[in-house]
């Protein structure tokens, strides 16, 4: 019987269940991706223990053919790294992403990969949990995972809708752990959380009867069935857009002047606007809001 490389891969991941469910899920996401590209690349029936080097290499190079951000084949490897070890094939995979020709991350481009979604494109999701869950990245600038964990009661605080000033988000639904709190400052963002209060009440955006796992399958395909794509870009919106709420002026990926070209009294209003940007996104750092705002 001839073997298909991406249900071999899809059976070893459902054997080894290692790691919270939102590492599964991205474990599957990331090595079903990679089995269609070997797929593509001639590797249909390629065993899950077959992988060797050639193997590792060809998807490298078909990733930075695509020009696929070193971030994400990082990350990529990392899965690729386990699938390895799962099949006691380590020494198939450079112990460095160096050896493989993936550079250091690049935190400064001054390219813009904000998007942005009009009501016709909210429309075309046609599950209104998963569509409010698109919603809360758009006004809120919360990761995936995030606004599909959503609990607008433990969010709101005992406040109502009305009077709510920031939500809270907890620990298990934030990457790292990081409770925190995002402001709610527009009539958007409380006509959403109203809404979001009536559909889902006391629970999550999850139904009831579902895990997460499954939730954010159907999230995946409900956007991609939309035409909806790269949702993370909605983060650099909303980081955008409060830069310029804070500032005045754009931000330098959104074709604002960039720190070379800000008085002294500029860049201090820069740099108190990047410290609570980076507070909003979940992060801890200064320097990671050049990946959303540029330098």
Known sequence: MKIDIFLDLMRMVDRNRDGSFSTQAARREVLAQVAHDLKDMGYRTLPAT??????????????QESGVAVSTMKNRMSYVRWWAEKV??????????????????????????????SSGDLRKISDDRIRCSVELQKEFGLRREECIKFQIKYALNGKSTNEVKEIHLKPTWCKGGRARVVPVTTEEQRDLLARVLVLCGSGSMIPEHLKYVEQLGRYIRATRKAGICKLHGLRHEYAQRRYKEFTGWLAPAAGGPGSSHLTPDQRLVDHIARLKISAELGHNREA????????
């Not at 077959?50 to 990733?63: C, E, F, M, N, S």
């Not at 990671?288 to 330098?295: N, P």
């Open 50 to 63: 077959g992988l060797k080097p050639k193997h590792v290499r060809a998807l490298v190079a078909r990733w």
């Open 88 to 117: 006691g094939k380590e020494n198939c995979v450079p112990r460095t992403n160096a050896e493989l020709g993936i550079g250091k991350r690049r935190f400064v481009t001054n390219v813009s990969k904000a998007i942005t979604l």
């Open 288 to 295: 990671i809001t050049a990946v959303y705002l540029g330098r």
